[in-house]
Every structure is written in C-alpha cells, then in structure tokens.
C-alpha cells in the first residue's frame, strides 16, 4: 500500500516541517501489549465465492465454498473474520451433499462447530450464504481510508452527475472480511476463484486469469476469474466499472490498464513502462515475475493511494495525468514500480504480522530508489534516497519507533515514515555494506526460500547471512528491531604534521551508539585515496598520512548513511567537494552550505547536469536578496529559461524572472505562455501578471478551461486579483474544485480577498462557506499552521464587509 494522505502531503511541505506531532492517546495501555503472530489453528486452502450486487442497497449477496484444514493440531471448530453480515446459512459439503452446521455469530467472528474433528492437514469445505452490507458495518478503520469498508460502492444509483458507477474493494489491513468470510489475517494463503455477476455493460477485475464470460438472460454476465496460486486474504480484489482497457504484454502475459474512457489516449503515457519495471524487477531479483498477469485499475474516490492486490494493483485518481502534465514526467511513475516490487516483496512472500509490515514496505519503498536509478541513473536513484532520509528525519517522533514493531496502538499505526522511508534507507545502506551483487542475491534467496509463504525481518536477516557469510544480527538488532539514528559531529585535525585526523562523534542523548561501516576519500586535487573504517564508539578518531596537505576529506564518501550530521568542514572543503566528488549527495551538500553562507559558489548549480539541482538552484537564489539583484545571476537565469529542456526547472527560471518586473522579459512570457507544461505556462502568467495585470487577465479567462498544476493556481491569482463581481460563479468553482493542498490554503486568502470586490452579499456568504469548509477539513493539529494565512484572509473581509460578515464568519468558525 502507498499511502498520500491530505495530512502527510501537508507534513511534507516545509510550511508544515515544524508541526507539533499529534498528542499520544490517553489510553496507553497498548503500550504492553505484545502483538504477537495470529496462532494458525485452520489454514485456509481454497476459497471460492459466487458474488452479485445490489447497488440500490449497496449490498453483495454472496456464496462461499471455502476449504481448509486444521494447521497441526487436531480441532472440531473454525473461526472466521466476517464483518457486519447477514449470515444465512452455514453447511459443511460433502460431495454434492451439504448438512447444516452449528454457529455463533457476533458481527465480527463467525464461530463454526464443524461435523467433526478433523486431523491437522485434513481437508473439509464449509459453504456460506451470507450478505455483506459494507455501508452499515462498524469496523475502528485505517488511517488512510477513513473506515474500512473492505468493499465500496462508488455512485452506485447513478445519482451524482459525472461521476461513473463503481465498485472497487480494499482489503489491507483486515477487511477483506467485510465482504468475504476468511481469516482474514497475513499469515494466511489460498487459491481462490471469484464468480462475479455484473450488469452486462460493465468489465470486472480479479486477481488471476479471466477464464469465461458468460451472459444472463437478466441482461447481467458471470465473469470466471481464477487464482491457481495462493496467496493472502488480504490481497483479494474485485473492481466493476466501466473502463477501458489498454493491453501490454511482458513474456506472453498480460500487462493491462483498466483507465475510464476519456483517459484511454494517456494510458499508455502513463503506465507504459510497466513491462519495462516488470523485466527490470525481475532481471534483478532473479526471480521471473511470478503470476499469471499484472492489471492496473484507476478507481474513483480511493483515497488510500495504491494497493498491491496480487495481479490487480489499485489506484487513485492522481494517476491520471493528461498531455500536458505529462511533459513535466509522469507524477505516479514511483507509485507503479512500488505496487509492482509489491507482487514479490508483500505478494510472493508475505509479512507473517503487521508487526513485520518492513518486509513488504520497506522493499517496495527502495524500489522506487532501484528503478530511478536504474532507469534514469545514479543521480535520480540518489535523490530518491534522499528524500527518504528527510522523510524520515522531519519528525522527531519517528526516531522513537522500532521498525519491526510488536507494541502498537493500532494495526494502521505501522504504515509510516519509518517502515517506509526509513526502511527504505536502511536497505540502501545494507546494499552498499554487502555489495550489489550479494544484496540482490540474498534477496533472491530471501524469495525462492519463502515463497508462497508468509516471512518475517528474521528470515530476510537469515537469507543474507546464508549468502553472505557474514553475522549480520547486529545490523538487524540496529536498524530493524531497534530506533533511532545517529546524530554525528565530525571535526578534522591537521595539528600533527603530515598527519590528518577525522573524528567522528555520536552525539544522541538515547545512550545507544551505533556500528557503522563508513568509506572515506582523502582528495589531493582531483584523485582521491578510498578507505574503509568502522564508526563503533562515542568518538573515533582516524588518522591519514599524508605528504600533501588534502583538499578535501569526504566522510561518508558513498552517501549513503541514514544519519544527522554536523560537517565542519571549510569553505574551500566543500568548494572543493562541488568540484570533484561526484555523487549527487556531494553536489547536494555544497550547494546546501553554499546557499547557507551566501556563497557566490551558489550560482554554480545552475550548471550542474541534474535537473532538480538547477532547479533548486534557481529557487534558493530567488529567494536571496543579494543574489536575486545580482545582474549576472539574472543573466544565467535568462539563459536557463531560454534552453532549458526540463519543464519544471524551465518553469522556475521564468518564475525567477517573473519577480524582477522587467519589462524586457515581456515577450518571453508571451511566448511561453502556451507552453505544453502548465509549469511554464503559468510561470509565464504570472510574470505577464506583473506587467500588463489586464492583459493576463484576459488570457487567464482564455485558459481556464484547461489549467491544472501550475498554470491552474497562476490563473486563480490573476483572476482573484483582477477579477470583477461578474467572475464569481467561475471563481467559487474554481476554487472549490482545488485538491486538499498547501496551494489552497495561500488561494484562500487570495478567495477571501477577491470577496472583498463582491457587492452580492449571498455571494460572499457562499464564499465564506467554501473557504470555512476547506479550512474545517484540515486536521486539528495543523490547524495553527494554516489559521494565520486562511483566518487572516477572512478577518480582512470580515472589516471591510462589516459587522454582518464578521458575525458570519465567526459563527462559522466556531
Ligand atoms: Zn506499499
């Protein structure tokens, strides 16, 4: 699962950096409870399920044969997740035979007295007649998709205007239960085969193949899916809609996009590397990918990001990206090779508990770092990696969770910033400790060993010691069963002649020093002398010969430490790590001091052959007022607008320009301005806004019809600032049609101030209500975070409107 919650894209951005973590429940009594791994009494074996739905009543009426069998001991008894259903009836099949059996059934578990008491390993099959009323079940629910229904029905009347009829289901963490009765736990695998009867005009998706189609004279259709290989409840999928589908192909098996219509042209823009990430997945792993199809389905109003139903990935609506968002780079690129590593690391093998979520989570975390640097190069692999890190790092609170976790409040709990980024950087550190080649060896071994199976953190630490040959148990004890990360301070000594001392020191108060194996290149000019040296102590000291003074001595020489560090080194060190270390990381850390000490060196990144660099460069120097005056930095900044290929690094650049108000730059914006990117397009508005504010806003109303991302929000400036009364309806809607974002709260003081123009007071009241609802759905504890901006907004059109604003808006905020 990948989750993009409104308050994680919110936490990311650095406005929100500094947002106190939410206070710890009352209840702490979880902290003593050990979530210990769901004991095996019954295996599943088979489940096979006969469904149709009832969109008037968004209910499924549902048959289920399911075989299992007593795990090792004897038992005369089976429990099973089933949530909120109507249970009909409950029969134990024998042949073409079924009698009824007894049962207790409380809403959550259905407890079934079998005929019998069955030997561990022996078969039976149990057949239930059950409703499943997803809307009406009562079930505490993941974080990420506010109650876990396990099964949605999306506009199933047909009653919202331009939306389409759906169904789509969501069974991590336990709600596959909800609409199918299971052990609905991960350490739970079957074969399953799905009979799914629809309305005949739409397509259904299942995990495994389509294997018939049959048509009903009620104008419905059976659709036939089978999955021959087992695999977790947790993992079945069903999706209904109508939906185009768009067919790839990888060694003979389908690779397929289930898109609505009108997405049907981007399909392929969008997901069409798939194959690519399949072969490159499985090259790598040595593991050739292992089902009998990969579809992808875009579902409407799922807010959980993405999930990895084996053979059948779900995911939300942010996929979608017409042409011209497209040529800023396909937003959702990491997301597919996530759910996709997902059908190994989490489908294939699959964590026994959520205790162990690290062994699916952390992998398809890293493997966005693998196919970007596999795919685009080391750079771009390296910035993933960073991001990861800062992820991680930007709540302190992080540092104080175990990633492999037996104590939490919630099951949902463990779907974090530590089992993904931070595990993420953990196996990118453990990769460069035992190198390449024996990294995605074990790993294979990891795979071919418990394939089929469910795993835990131990077997993954197992696999790379059988490969390795190495004790790895206190890289495991340090990173996976424990917190935390160094926090180091590192100070270097040239007062012994032909001497030069690196000390190392672990600052953190937690007491725990950690072991870490660090290489380090003495630079003399542009070679440089690699050793290997091992951080283990409060403070290390190493010592280097040398004959000439060093240029630079670069500490953690691969990038690669999941660490807070202090570097005091000298300007010229890190002017001299801008010249000659090659990492993205080396880079990225001079421009950092470079930009914290004003350096005039800053300016370099404007060259440097990684987009986000220049980027980044471009921006810090913006937002310095010595360098944003500068007339030769203004010079290189033209320069990039004029050639610069990346789109959104092009888009910064005229931004950049935007800002000086000079009246040269007016034919570039002119000749931006219909730009494919609607980065660049809306930077250019925006500069055309500082000089000629009505002829922006007679191309602002021009383009609004089509204006997403960049271009969108400059669009809602120019006409917020210079629209006229006659605008509100197309204002009201633009800004209510605005996602959950960090740019919407900025546009809602904008929103507030355009009110002020409005004579219409139902007018005004109207946008009042739609700013106090955006403002109402921020979650509490960042509520300081947007008041000052989105309050501020409403109190300046609460005086200029008087007193029966005022009281409006402050009733409205109660
Ligand atoms: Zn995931």
Redesign the pocket.
Known sequence: ??KFLFLLALAASPFFVMAQPAAEPTDTSWKKKYRATPTKVNDLVHTRLEVRFDYDKAWMYGKEWLTAKPHFYSTDSLTLDAKGMDIKEVAIVKGTSKSALKYDYDGFELRIKLDKTYKGGENYTIYIDYISKPNEVKVKGSAAINDAKGLYFINPKGEEKDKPTQIWTQGETEATSVWCPTIDKPNQKTTQEMYMTVPAKYVTLSNGLLLSQKKNTDGTRTDYWKMDLPHAPYLFFMGVGEFSIIKDSYKGKEVSYYVEKDQAPYARAVFGLTPEMIKFFSDRLGVDYPWQKYAQMVGRDYVSG?M?NTTATLHQESAYQNARELTDGIGWESTIA??LF?QWF?DLVTTESWSNITV??SM??YSETLWFEYKYGRDKGDEQNQQDRRRYLSDPNNAKKDLVRFYYADKEDVFDNVS?PKGGAIHHMLRNYVGDDAYFKSLNNYLTTNKFKPGEAHQMRLAFEEVTGKDLSWFWNQWFFGSGHPIVKVDYNYDEPGKAKVIVEQTQTTGKIFKLPIAIDVYTGASKKRYTVWVENKIDTFSFNYTQKPDLINVDADKVMLWAKTDNKTNENFVHQWKYAPLFMDRSEALDYFNRKSMPELAEGLKDKFAPLRRSTVNRLGQSAKFKADPAIIQSIENLANTEKEKTTKAAAIAFLAKTKDTKYKSLYEKNINDSSYSVAGAALTGLKELEPAKAYDLAKKYSSDAKGNLGDAINEVLMAEGTEADFDLLASRYEKMPLSQEKVGASATFAGYLEKVQNISNVKKGIDLIIKFRNLVPEQFRSFVDPTIKGGLTKLGKAKGKEIEDYINAGLK
């Open positions: 699962m990948k993405a990895e996530h759910e997902h989490g699916n989570e398809a975390d993904y």
